[in-house]
């Protein structure tokens, strides 16, 4: 291991060190793993440097001038807006330390590679009852239809909507040979004739470089953008329509993956609204209140405030933040874990008229559509339900053990 103090050109104060921490990884692939240094500048303490450790020696200048791209571009030009707090559960906070151990001693999690982990009953159980009971309330309360959609979605959808550009950390995409023979035989020949040395992701990786090409479609990143190309140049029939459908999403999240609560693979059940102005928003604000009833039946703790996408790489990324913030278009359910920590669960979006202009949808009254989504990450939510009740069905809500019991013993008799 290699360690390596990089000083910061310009520091950050304290209150933006966790914008700093969210990207680090996003600098370099070889950052192992990092700490910010703190030095005291009259009263108040700033981050001056970033210790790295890296595997393997490393191009210091470049980390260096990358580091410093990094907090000139996209931390320092964040504004302070105060965390807006709107909501807080009933129930106390209490949690269980060790939940993620012992959910792989148990085999209910089971790790299948980086970011990524199967898992076993009552945790299955949990995630389908938690995701029938979001989906009914978005039944109840709007109608909402059921869709199902693809887990790959065309790149120039991702485009169009911004994401793109936006996030182009998180992006997974998805490649395919060249559709010629020679580039099939090529890529066998590379990948059998590799030196034994080379381990076979290398070797893929270099026959990748010469054979391949970008398949057109990216693994998706969230669900609501199906949703807006379905309805791309179209006019709504009605003021609000409401769509929700449950996907497996991809974000590549470097190193930051933890546990259940930042996975690479994951699955969110999203609603979304589509409509005008007062509707969206009317939308967004009453199934809030639907989901503060929820998680007070489901008996956790928590709360909700004003939050930001980690936008990244994009001139406009703290404009964008600030925004955001400030017109509190993005509110988030925490939910705690152990560690004092708390995991975001829900998030409430509206984006204004950008997506309806980007995908040209219009209401029924000719007017540029507005948009809203609400994404519930069911294994995080799931994770943060068995850290505060326990892993055992038996000291669970009612209603939830109940359910999943029963949907189990019809699992067991088919
Ligand atoms: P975070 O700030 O934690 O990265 P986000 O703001 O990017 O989350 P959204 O894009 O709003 O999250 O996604 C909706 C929900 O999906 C989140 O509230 C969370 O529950 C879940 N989610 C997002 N990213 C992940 C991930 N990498 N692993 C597991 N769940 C995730
Ligand atoms: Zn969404």
Known sequence: MHQYTVPLSQKV?????????????????????FELVEEKEGETAVVCAVRVT????SDTVQMRSMLNQLVSDDILPQRSVMEHR???????????????????????????????LGFGDPFTGLVAH??????AAAQRSFGALEHRYPSLIPTGVLARSGYLTSFPQFLMFAGRLHGELDS???????????????????????ALADHSTHSGYTLS????????????????????????????CFRHESRYHRSLERLWEFTMREVVFIGSENRVAEARNSFMQDVFAI???????????????????DAKTAEKIWTQRLMQLKYELLLPVPGGRSVAAVSFNTHGSSL???????????????????????????????????????????AVSRSVQSSGATEASR
């Open 130 to 135: 938690l995701d029938e009971v979001f989906r």
């Open 221 to 248: 990143p969230a669900v609501c953008y199906h949703v807006y190309e379905q309805h791309a140049g179209k006019s709504l029939d009605a003021d609000l329509v409401s769509v929700t459908a449950r996907g497996t």
């Open 295 to 313: 998680v007070e039946e489901l008996g956790l703790a928590g709360h909700v405030e004003t939050a930001s996408d980690p936008f990244f790489c």
């Open 13 to 33: 104060p304290l209150r933006l060190a966790g914008e700093l921490s969210k990207r680090v990884f996003f600098v370099s692939e070889d950052i192992e793993s």
């Open 356 to 398: 309806g202009e980007a995908f040209s949808i219009r209401t029924p009254d000719r007017e540029i559509a507005h948009t809203g989504c609400v994404a519930f990450g069911l294994e995080r939510f799931a994770y943060a339900f068995v850290c505060q009740h326990g892993l055992d069905p038996a000291g669970w809500p009612d």
């Open 54 to 57: 890296t595997r393997a020696p």
């Open 184 to 206: 099939y035989k090529g890529f066998v020949k590379q990948v059998s004739d590799r030196d034994s040395a080379e381990d076979t992701d290398a070797a893929v990786s270099r």
């Open 86 to 116: 709107i909501w807080q559960s009933s129930h106390p906070v209490t949690t269980h330390d060790d939940t993620f151990d012992r959910m792989l001693d148990q085999g209910i999690a089971i790790p299948s590679g980086e970011g990524q």
